[in-house]
């Protein structure tokens, strides 16, 4: 049976994976869908929900395995499906920030009310404003959520937006044109980390393949803790960012944590009460206390 994995670049884990055979050893049959190569179809608005297309197409056959950020899992939930988590990362505070030009009159997180913040809508940066709104007694409906991935960064610098959800290594070009500003560190709001997911029939029933992924992420992993240069050329682009990213952030797969169940229930609250999710979300339904033995 066809092992089907998706991969995309913001998860640096499962990008390299794919790029140096270490599953295929374990495993010969075993697809990689590039999830940046799927159609989009009709973006939802950010006013009206999440966007659900990777947790979507985990159900429908499009692949087995995933890794992301915080959010898609809970908005898989989100839609009634039955996800479990496999792992999570150490913290990555480091990876991403809220950041303004430095000149902007934007000073504080309740300056943002009503104003324009760019973000990718679904991932990890949805949580990250959430909790910054959060902390400044705000809503989602008291921004105005600029959803885009392709151009965030020059939308930023042309200020077209007021405010940017930015991450290692898109910072770093942004960071050679212009003086930024962090608004609000991200430790402190989110612990950010990267987490993997897969389908409850999945998990139960093909314990053997699950076993060797986890088992063939860790072997990278520890590979690009050592080879961060090398590691860097598999993304292409401006290698040199590449490298400090790989290099400030940390690596391996950790077993789910009641400290990390409660941050995502904390979130899953979150984005039901701000309108996001149509449903209330129990997080530790996910969790397979079982699949804790794979990280041992």
Excluded at 62 to 87: E, L, N, S
Excluded at 164 to 184: D, N
Aim: hydrophobic letters at 40%; charged letters at 25%; glycine letters at 8%.
């Amino acid at each position: 049976m066809t092992l089907r994995v998706g991969y995309f670049p913001q998860n640096n884990s499962l990008w390299v994976l794919r790029h140096r055979g270490i599953l295929e050893r374990a495993i010969p049959d075993v697809e990689w869908v590039n999830l940046r190569d799927l159609p989009s179809g009709d973006r939802v608005a950010p006013t009206e929900g999440l966007p659900s297309q990777h947790s979507d197409h985990l159900f429908d056959g499009g692949y087995d395995f995933i890794g992301t950020g915080a959010t898609p899992p809970i908005t898989a939930q989100g839609k009634g499906r039955d996800i479990v988590y496999v792992a999570v990362s150490e913290p990555r505070h480091e990876n991403g920030r809220l950041v303004v030009l430095d000149d902007s009159p934007i000073r504080s997180l309740e300056d943002l009310k009503g104003r324009r913040i760019a973000l990718g809508h679904g991932s990890w940066q949805t949580t990250l404003v959430l909790l910054a709104l959060e902390k400044a007694g705000l809503g989602w409906k008291d921004i105005v959520p600029v959803d885009v991935y392709d151009d965030a960064a020059g939308l930023f610098l042309r200020g077209e937006v007021d405010a940017w959800v930015g991450s290692y290594p898109y910072l770093t070009e942004v960071e050679k044109q212009a003086q930024v500003r962090e608004l609000v560190p991200t430790d402190g709001l989110f612990s950010h980390r990267s987490l993997w997911f897969t389908r409850r029939d999945f998990a139960l029933e093909r314990r053997d393949e699950l076993a060797a992924v986890v088992s063939a992420l860790r072997e990278s992993d520890a590979w690009v803790e050592d080879h961060p240069r090398e590691a860097a050329e598999l993304f292409g682009g401006d290698v040199d960012a590449w490298e400090h990213a790989l290099r400030t952030r940390p690596w391996g797969l950790h077993p789910v944590s009641e400290e990390f169940v409660a941050e995502q229930q904390h979130v899953a609250d979150l984005l039901h009460a701000n309108g996001l999710l149509d449903r209330e979300v129990k997080v530790a339904d996910a969790v397979l206390p079982e699949i804790a033995a794979l990280l041992r």
